[in-house]
């Protein structure tokens, strides 16, 4: 099973700000992709970002981007112009392929607020 | 997009009961899906895979008697916690995805299991 860290349990930003939030993670595999998922106090996961390994190029979404360091095994979020409504719990999660079956391999989560 | 609908979101059930938790794609066919539990303020952990028409592949430390795992058609699994005790009590949240889509896990709302 992948292990992986996410090093900062909570973090908090003010409004507009930008932040990064931090994850590393253990792999064997070449090829795989790379999530990150925030839940919010609804508990409803929801995507927001993910990440091809073998593109070079990093991901973004709108506001929400990563730098993706393969050799180091690295996977940060970085969120600009930070809102209220980002306010939430954010979890890395690597892809693993095994066999027919894809899985998700969840980090320890980061506590995000937003404050005015 | 896809949509996953779980029911029921909470419930409360008596210690010694079991309890069946739905999983349903509205409007894809889910060849997996995954089952995760989710302790307060942790992260998600894994509990099974299930494919369509076959076992449920459970991870390890998973009580497969007491966590029974239906996935009878391409749009519904099911989760019956059997003999349930106050342990138990925690929030479960299926997932699923549609053959090998890259990124394509979509979640349920998850369900609130307490146990008294």
């Known amino acids: 099973a992948q292990t992986v860290t996410q090093s900062q349990p909570e973090m908090s930003v003010q409004e507009a700000e930008t932040v990064t939030l931090s994850c590393t993670y253990d792999?064997?595999?070449?090829?795989?992709?790379l999530f990150w998922y925030k839940q919010p106090p609804s508990r409803q996961m929801i995507l927001v970002i993910r990440?091809?390994?073998?593109?070079?190029q990093n991901a973004t979404e709108n506001r929400f981007s990563v730098n993706f360091q393969k050799a180091a095994k690295s996977f940060s979020l970085k969120i600009s112009d930070s809102q209220l409504g980002d306010t939430a719990m954010y979890f890395c999660?690597?892809?693993?392929?095994?066999?027919?079956?894809?899985?998700?391999?969840f980090g320890t989560g980061t506590r995000l607020q937003v404050t005015l | 997009g896809a949509v996953v609908s779980q029911h029921p979101s909470w419930v409360i059930c008596k210690s010694g009961t079991s309890v069946k938790i739905e999983c349903r794609s509205l409007?894809?066919?889910?060849?997996?899906m995954f089952w995760y539990r989710q302790f307060p303020k942790q992260s998600l952990m894994l509990m099974a895979t299930?494919?369509?028409?076959?076992?449920?592949?459970?991870e390890q430390g998973v009580e497969k008697d007491k966590f029974l795992i239906n996935h009878a058609s391409l749009t519904l699994s099911t989760l019956t916690v059997t003999s349930a005790h106050p342990e138990d009590s925690s929030f479960y949240i299926c997932?699923?995805?549609?053959?090998?889509?890259?990124?394509?896990?979509?979640f349920g709302s998850g369900t609130r299991l307490t146990v008294v």
């Open positions: 997932s699923a995805i549609a053959g090998d889509v890259e990124g394509g896990y979509t």
């Open positions: 792999t064997s595999e070449s090829d795989y992709y």
């Open positions: 990440q091809e390994a073998y593109k070079q």
């Open positions: 999660a690597p892809r693993e392929l095994t066999g027919t079956a894809s899985k998700l391999t």
């Open positions: 409007d894809f066919q889910a060849t997996t």
């Open positions: 299930s494919n369509e028409g076959s076992k449920a592949t459970y």
